[in-house]
């Protein structure tokens, strides 16, 4: 799963990554927690765009798809169109949550140590997402090879290139393919300190490693 993230970039920085005008609200953030607001990128209408080419804008929305009282911030992509709280946004309400890195924790006997995990190649990256009304969550896949000792589940993460693919109007076929874990090749993961587990610290200082 992913239960943190991070979203290191200025406005001016995600204006030139993702060609979107930044979000009111918008600034650099270190751990991003359930429930908080975060930006995400779509197309304005609910649906995809069957005849008109509408642009991609984006908007703060809160981390977590609300279910009985409860946030639900990451959707299995195995399973999420048999799911009715996900089916009809994965097929009409796709999203993509930029980020620059996210958190694990590895569970060694009894005890949890957090891990930052990010792209080696740097390269501009966002979360697979769905949305309804004023929330999103994270799709999920398993974990990419060697990775699999950290945790089990890893973001489902989409580079450039396939942006406007998974926003756009494309036959399911090519969606799923999509969810995937990302080549292990171009991962990179250590282990943090443990104030990152903590909600209320958002700072540079949580991507500092301990080794």
């Not at 450039?160 to 874990?181: C, G, N, Q, Y």
Request: glycine share 6%; charged share 25%; aromatic share 10%.
């Amino acid at each position: 799963m992913c239960g943190r993230f991070v979203f290191n970039m200025g406005c001016e920085r995600f204006e030139a990554a993702y060609a979107v005008q930044a979000p009111l609200g918008l600034e650099p953030r270190f751990n991003i927690a359930p429930t908080q607001r975060a930006a995400i990128i779509r197309f304005e209408q609910g649906t995809m765009y069957p005849l008109v080419q509408h642009q991609p804008s984006a908007t703060m929305l809160e981390w977590g798809i609300q279910s009985h009282g409860k946030p639900i911030i990451n959707a299995r992509s195995e399973t999420i169109l048999e799911k009715p709280l996900f089916r009809d946004s994965m097929l009409e309400r796709r999203c993509l949550v930029p980020a620059t890195g996210w958190y694990e924790w590895r569970s060694v006997d009894g005890q949890k140590y957090p891990y930052h995990l990010s792209l080696e190649s740097k390269q501009d990256m966002a979360f697979a997402g769905i949305w309804r009304g004023e929330e999103f969550s994270l799709l999920t896949t398993r974990a990419a090879e060697g990775y699999e000792h950290i945790h089990d589940r890893m973001p489902v993460i989409l580079t450039r290139e396939r942006w406007k693919v998974w926003l756009a109007d494309t036959p399911l076929s090519e969606i799923t393919a999509m969810l995937k874990p990302h080549d292990s090749r171009d991962l990179d993961a250590y282990i943090v300190g443990p104030r990152v587990g903590s909600v209320k610290n958002d700072d540079a200082d949580l991507l500092e490693g301990l080794l």
